[in-house]
């Protein structure tokens, strides 16, 4: 028996990466066009401070705008306080899961934001937030 090895010669490896490049090119494409950006065109507010850290907002959240002049603004439509909470229970039977956001300008009343906080609670919402910017 022969137990000499016989050398032989290898081609030497190499890994092809171009298939993989257009593949990561491709995802990173399709993850940048199916992103929303969430904007509110023509509404300032100036919302208060704080050092907390963020929450990502979801797609499915509600955000309840109180503007400096203490009007309520659900999806750029005003609302009255006596309309809010049909407006409110109206979501919550069509979305149930839904989380509600409040955005209220460091000029609003206390009285305006209290007023949304308790429509919210009375149309059943449990999970509620109040939008910050973070302080610098």
């Known amino acids: 028996m022969d137990f000499t090895s016989k050398k032989r010669e290898r081609e ?3 890994i092809n990466l171009t298939s993989l490049i257009d593949v990561v090119l491709l995802l990173l494409i399709f993850f940048m066009i199916s992103t929303t950006f969430i904007l509110h065109p023509g509404l300032k507010i ?7 850290e963020e929450v990502a907002q979801e797609e499915e959240d509600i955000v309840v705008v109180v503007t400096p002049d203490n009007e309520i603004m659900i999806a750029d439509e005003y609302f009255t306080y006596e309309t809010l909470y049909e407006k409110l229970l109206a979501i919550k039977k069509e979305k149930p899961e839904s989380k509600l956001i409040i955005q209220a300008d460091e000029t609003s009343s206390h009285g305006a934001v209290v007023e949304v906080l308790d429509d919210a609670k009375r149309s059943g919402f449990t999970t509620l937030s109040i939008a ?3 302080r610098e």
Not at 46 to 52: A, C, I, K, Q, T
């Open 12 to 14: 030497p490896v190499s």
């Open 46 to 52: 100036d919302l208060p401070e704080s050092s907390v």
């Open 132 to 134: 910050t910017k973070r």
